[in-house]
């Protein structure tokens, strides 16, 4: 699957954004798609990630609380809403996908955020900075 991340941009302290993923070459239906994080100087982290079979979303700290990700089946995109966005949320995110075929889609979501140097459909990332 082929993924395209797009909706990033330059917020103030407390604006909010929706970071869209739309796949092409298959459908999001026997994925978990995971969105990630990596800021200047910093290694990459998992923010959020959702499974197509149930549409169950999981959050990492970085933006537990303030964001919800979802999935539109009819547009094969996921979507990130983030809100209440800090200077400490600026960098580049990134959607990534797994196929959850005969596996478990939360140990597949797990592993994706334990080791996403394994993940191999990656988006090629879209920039969020955040003005203090």
């Known amino acids: 699957v082929q993924l395209q991340a797009y909706g990033g941009g330059l917020v103030q302290t407390g604006g909010s954004l929706r970071l869209s993923c739309a796949a092409s070459?298959?459908?999001?239906?026997?994925?978990?798609i995971a969105w990630f994080r990596q800021a200047p100087g910093k290694e990459r982290e998992g923010v959020s990630a959702?499974?197509?079979?149930?549409?169950?979303?999981y959050y990492k700290d970085p933006m537990k609380g303030r964001s919800t990700i979802s999935i539109d089946d009819t547009k094969n995109t996921v979507y990130l809403q983030m809100n209440n966005l800090r200077p400490y949320d600026t960098g580049v995110y990134f959607c990534?996908?797994?196929?959850?075929?005969?596996?478990?889609?939360?140990?597949?979501?797990?592993?994706?955020?334990?080791?996403?140097?394994?993940?191999?459909?990656w988006g090629q990332g879209t920039e969020v900075t955040v003005s203090s």
């Open positions: 990534a996908a797994e196929t959850t075929i005969r596996r478990d889609p939360l140990i597949t979501i797990a592993t994706m955020f334990r080791a996403p140097y394994a993940i191999r459909s």
């Open positions: 070459g298959s459908t999001f239906d026997d994925y978990a």
């Open positions: 959702i499974s197509a079979h149930d549409g169950r979303g």
